[in-house]
């Protein structure tokens, strides 16, 4: 469904991911892991075509999207949760679910697409005329995946979903993102917590300095000595 085929992005002079390969299969689950600036949130900006590509081509289903725009990818059916969430924070719940649906293919569908949210997450059904500012950090990023889900995407994009949820919280995300992988949805997850992460996904990437350093499924990349050691607190 989406193939990245050495990607080279950057800001102005600087770059920030060198000959990045990677792609995700219909109804996969994949994660990008690395530490702090790695380039995560630079590749999946890149993807949702939110950062243009110096070189190489980025493929979505079927099609080369390389010099596509945010609004096509969204057409397509890509939705971005993003790092820190991007809520409009004086605006309702409501209001943040409405502005999810504004692909021209999810407007017949926005009342059963905002139903389903809240059958998700029921807090939101209740606070539904609360500001988003005025939630827990919780409550928001559940809000971010609702809006998300309201364009009814063919994939997601999740950007650091965890980051600065407590551990509880961080579990019901993890639980969340797992029902909508089943329900079908393509996933690519980007995520500093790699034990939740390999716990979560079919296959990941391990990105550090702006390059691809290893890949594969959660039980082979747990095997590794270097990945043992710099993310999962082991002892190689």
Same mark, same amino acid.
């Given at each position: 469904?989406?193939?990245?085929?050495?990607?080279?992005?950057?800001?102005?002079?600087?770059?920030?991911?060198?000959?990045?390969?990677?792609?995700?299969?219909?109804?996969? /689950?994949?994660?990008?892991?690395?530490?702090?600036?790695? +380039?995560?949130?630079?590749?999946?900006?890149?993807?949702?075509?939110?950062?243009?590509?110096?070189? +190489?081509?980025?493929?979505?289903?079927?099609?080369?999207?390389?010099?596509? +725009?945010?609004?096509?990818? /969204?057409?397509?059916?890509?939705?971005?949760?993003? !790092? +820190?969430?991007?809520?409009?924070?004086?605006?309702?719940?409501?209001?943040?679910?409405?502005?999810?649906?504004?692909?021209?293919?999810?407007?017949?569908?926005?009342?059963?697409?905002?139903?389903?949210?809240?059958?998700?997450?029921? #807090?939101?059904? !209740?606070?539904?005329?609360?500001?988003?500012?005025?939630?827990?950090?919780?409550?928001?990023?559940?809000?971010?995946?609702?809006?998300?889900?309201?364009?009814?995407?063919?994939?997601?994009?999740?950007? !650091?979903?965890?980051?600065?949820?407590?551990?509880?919280?961080?579990?019901?995300?993890?639980?969340?993102?797992?029902?909508?992988?089943?329900?079908?949805?393509?996933?690519?997850?980007?995520?500093?917590?790699?034990? &939740?992460?390999?716990?979560?996904?079919?296959?990941? %990437?391990?990105?550090?300095?702006?390059? #691809?350093?290893?890949?594969? &499924?959660?039980?082979?990349?747990?095997?590794?000595?270097?990945?043992?050691?710099? %993310?999962?607190?082991?002892?190689?």
């Amino acid at each position: 469904m989406l193939e990245a085929q050495r990607l080279h992005v950057g800001y102005g002079d600087a770059p920030a991911l060198w000959d990045v390969s990677l792609a995700v299969a219909a109804g996969e /689950c994949v994660s990008v892991i690395g530490p702090n600036g790695a +380039g995560k949130t630079t590749l999946v900006n890149a993807i949702a075509r939110l950062l243009p590509i110096r070189q +190489g081509r980025l493929r979505f289903d079927g099609s080369d999207v390389s010099a596509a +725009g945010a609004q096509d990818m /969204c057409n397509r059916g890509v939705a971005l949760i993003p !790092e +820190g969430r991007r809520l409009f924070t004086r605006m309702t719940v409501e209001e943040n679910l409405d502005l999810g649906s504004y692909r021209r293919a999810a407007r017949g569908a926005r009342e059963t697409a905002r139903e389903r949210v809240y059958a998700m997450f029921p #807090i939101l059904a !209740e606070r539904r005329r609360q500001h988003a500012g005025t939630m827990s950090g919780g409550q928001q990023q559940m809000l971010a995946i609702g809006r998300a889900l309201m364009s009814q995407p063919k994939m997601l994009l999740i950007d !650091e979903p965890s980051l600065g949820l407590a551990p509880l919280v961080v579990e019901q995300v993890f639980a969340t993102i797992k029902q909508i992988h089943a329900s079908g949805v393509s996933i690519l997850l980007i995520e500093q917590n790699v034990t &939740k992460a390999l716990d979560l996904v079919e296959r990941a %990437y391990v990105l550090e300095g702006g390059r #691809i350093v290893a890949q594969g &499924k959660p039980a082979e990349l747990r095997a590794q000595p270097h990945i043992r050691a710099a %993310y999962l607190g082991a002892d190689a």
